[in-house]
């Protein structure tokens, strides 16, 4: 939806799918630039130039206007093509949320009145990203908010939801660092939670949840496409029990959106580890790898955490506060590292996941400094300059590139 001829694009793609035959609602984005662009207006002339967030109830009408735009624009360009359409505004459906504005959550939505007008077969044009407090007054689900308002109607409508992106899918791991890297044809909604929660921008991870929750399939498409998708078309987010593939290892994902802080000389008692993690949980810092280890002292450990690379100074500077009420000897931060993940499903019923990882890299040469794990995913710390060629040799290891 970034210019007017892509509206107008989006338009024939509309009008296509109708004329196959379906009833429709779209969710529209705002247009290239223009969020940013009103984030930048309300910064400036709102609370965020007092020094407080920006994130009260007119702060909200403000941002969300882009998407208001972009829905009465598509809805008039469908008119002009002889189409029956209308936008239906978060208000009016009602797309009902909490009072968080800013980064509000759906509560609910009484899909009757915007079913009905489906089925009478208007086409329905509903602007992403907004919804509407219980008092009335309009809310924003944060950014990326359009892809949860979208999986949210379907599950309202009790239908599917395509999602036109900037990709035709998702794919085994970046192509831009592993030319070999596929499309899957589908994919279980906790392998693209995973994939997501690692930096992966094909959707929102609220919006997986959505999905996931309320059994919404979910299919990613390109926006490129000027004709309605074919079947095998993109990539189908679905349930586990679907995915008949049975696939081991799904894809490789790679952030680099880390940094490892390390405690040395922790003293060796069962309270410490519920202080530090108390202070980082009080200052809303986020806490994924942790390895506990001995210490040349006696007595002692060393603990290694890591943190969003944005949080990295934050966690540093609490942790040097805390160090001497905890007793611990020093601090180290680390922001030359990123994560690695290979991420399946079939790692719950297969042995021999980690040891392919482990292998892979040992054979490389590639160093690991923090693992974690959960039923479907395994990831490893490594230095940044080590990233991309670690997830070619792990690509290859599972065969990823196979058809």
Same mark, same amino acid.
């Given at each position: 939806?970034?210019?007017?001829?892509?509206? %107008?694009?989006?338009?024939?793609?509309?009008?296509?799918?109708? *004329?196959?035959?379906?009833?429709?609602?779209?969710?529209?984005?705002?247009?290239?630039?223009?969020?940013?662009?009103?984030?930048?207006?309300?910064?400036?002339?709102?609370?965020?130039?007092?020094? @407080?967030?920006?994130? !009260?109830? *007119?702060?909200?009408?403000?941002?969300?206007?882009?998407?208001?735009?972009?829905?009465?624009?598509?809805?008039?360009?469908? %008119?002009?093509?002889?189409? %029956?359409?209308?936008?239906?505004?978060?208000?009016?459906?009602?797309?009902?949320?909490?009072?968080?504005?800013?980064?509000?959550?759906?509560?609910? &939505?009484?899909?009757?009145?915007?079913?009905?007008?489906?089925?009478?077969?208007?086409?329905?044009?509903?602007?992403?990203?907004?919804?509407?407090?219980? !008092?009335?007054?309009?809310? /924003?689900?944060?950014?990326?908010?359009?892809?949860?308002?979208?999986?949210?109607?379907?599950?309202?409508?009790?239908?599917?939801?395509?999602?036109?992106?900037?990709?035709?899918?998702?794919?085994?791991? !970046?192509?831009?660092?592993?030319?070999?890297?596929?499309? +899957?044809?589908?994919?279980?909604?906790?392998?693209?939670?995973?994939?997501?929660?690692?930096?992966?921008?094909?959707?929102?991870?609220?919006?997986?949840?959505?999905?996931?929750?309320?059994?919404?399939?979910?299919?990613?498409?390109?926006?490129?496409?000027?004709?309605?998708?074919?079947?095998?078309?993109?990539?189908?987010?679905?349930?586990?029990?679907?995915?008949?593939?049975?696939? &081991?290892?799904?894809?490789?994902?790679?952030?680099?959106?880390?940094?490892?802080? /390390?405690? +040395?000389?922790?003293?060796?008692?069962?309270?410490?580890?519920?202080?530090?993690?108390?202070?980082?949980?009080?200052?809303?810092?986020?806490?994924?790898?942790?390895?506990?280890?001995?210490?040349?002292? @006696?007595? @002692?450990?060393?603990?290694?955490?890591?943190?969003?690379?944005?949080?990295?100074?934050?966690?540093?500077?609490?942790?040097? *506060?805390?160090?001497?009420?905890?007793?611990?000897? !020093?601090?180290?931060?680390?922001?030359?590292?990123?994560?690695?993940?290979?991420?399946?499903?079939?790692?719950?019923?297969?042995?021999?996941?980690?040891?392919?990882?482990?292998?892979?890299?040992?054979?490389?040469?590639?160093?690991?400094?923090?693992?974690? /794990?959960?039923?479907?995913?395994?990831?490893?710390?490594?230095?940044?300059?080590?990233?991309?060629?670690?997830?070619?040799?792990?690509?290859?290891?599972?065969?990823? *590139?196979?058809?």
């Amino acid at each position: 939806m970034a210019t007017p001829e892509r509206i %107008r694009r989006a338009a024939d793609l509309i009008a296509a799918e109708a *004329e196959a035959g379906k009833k429709l609602a779209v969710i529209v984005s705002a247009m290239a630039g223009k969020t940013n662009e009103l984030v930048a207006w309300a910064d400036v002339l709102g609370s965020a130039a007092q020094g @407080a967030p920006p994130s !009260d109830d *007119e702060y909200d009408v403000v941002v969300s206007s882009g998407e208001q735009v972009t829905a009465g624009l598509l809805a008039i360009t469908l %008119r002009n093509m002889g189409l %029956r359409a209308r936008s239906w505004l978060g208000w009016q459906i009602p797309i009902l949320t909490d009072d968080r504005h800013g980064r509000a959550r759906i509560v609910d &939505i009484p899909g009757e009145r915007l079913g009905a007008a489906i089925d009478t077969g208007e086409i329905a044009i509903v602007p992403g990203f907004q919804g509407v407090t219980h !008092d009335g007054r309009l809310s /924003t689900l944060g950014r990326g908010g359009s892809d949860t308002s979208a999986v949210a109607i379907a599950a309202a409508l009790t239908a599917p939801c395509d999602i036109y992106t900037d990709v035709d899918g998702v794919y085994t791991t !970046d192509p831009r660092i592993e030319p070999k890297a596929r499309r +899957l044809p589908r994919i279980a909604y906790e392998e693209m939670l995973e994939f997501a929660s690692m930096g992966a921008k094909v959707m929102q991870s609220r919006s997986i949840e959505l999905a996931m929750a309320y059994k919404v399939p979910v299919r990613v498409l390109s926006s490129f496409n000027e004709k309605p998708p074919e079947p095998g078309q993109g990539t189908l987010i679905c349930d586990e029990e679907t995915d008949v593939e049975q696939r &081991i290892v799904s894809g490789v994902a790679l952030s680099r959106d880390e940094a490892k802080v /390390t405690l +040395l000389g922790v003293p060796d008692r069962g309270d410490v580890p519920a202080e530090i993690f108390s202070r980082l949980a009080d200052a809303n810092l986020n806490v994924d790898m942790i390895i506990q280890s001995p210490a040349m002292t @006696a007595g @002692a450990t060393n603990m290694l955490f890591t943190v969003g690379r944005r949080d990295a100074a934050a966690a540093e500077k609490l942790m040097r *506060e805390a160090q001497a009420g905890i007793g611990f000897q !020093d601090v180290r931060l680390d922001t030359d590292v990123v994560k690695v993940s290979v991420i399946g499903v079939g790692m719950r019923s297969h042995a021999g996941v980690a040891q392919t990882m482990f292998q892979a890299l040992a054979d490389k040469g590639i160093a690991i400094q923090a693992i974690a /794990t959960s039923e479907i995913k395994i990831s490893v710390l490594v230095e940044t300059a080590r990233g991309e060629e670690a997830v070619r040799a792990l690509h290859a290891a599972y065969g990823l *590139e196979a058809a």
